[in-house]
């Protein structure tokens, strides 16, 4: 079992991540906008959350799901970002996700798969 200590930024990243995704999707769909941009948020939403509850339980498959959560990340990140410049919204998913992806990827290495 892994410290929880050498988690929390990553937690922390996941959790902002996770928030910011709702926000944009919910925002994105409010306003009529694209349903890609508010499907890939909710799926890096569900996933994010996921991998801060894997590292906060010291799962021994935490690298394997923060790998797919940087992976996840950097799509949302890459979706919001196309509209970053008109959306405040998709601007801080973006941001949040980039974030996040940084984070998972410093403990991906341990991955089992």
């Known amino acids: 079992m892994t410290n929880i ?3 929390e930024a990553c937690i922390k990243a996941c959790q902002q991540a996770t ?6 999707a919910g925002l994105d769909i ?15 939403a569900e996933v994010c959350s996921v991998a801060a ?5 010291g799962s021994a498959h935490y690298a394997d799901i923060c790998a797919l959560c940087a992976h996840l990340c950097r ?3 890459a ?4 509209h970053a410049a008109t959306s405040e919204a998709c601007a801080r998913c973006a941001r949040a996700c980039e ?3 940084m984070e998972c ?5 341990g991955r089992q798969v």
């Open 79 to 82: 979706a919001c970002a196309v």
């Open 105 to 109: 990827d410093k403990h991906a290495s």
């Open 5 to 7: 200590q050498s988690f």
């Open 19 to 24: 928030v910011a995704c709702h926000e944009c």
């Open 53 to 57: 509850g894997s590292m906060a339980r």
């Open 75 to 77: 799509q949302c990140a």
């Open 99 to 101: 974030q996040c992806a």
């Open 30 to 44: 409010a306003q009529g906008g694209t349903a890609n941009c508010a499907l890939i948020c909710f799926d890096c």
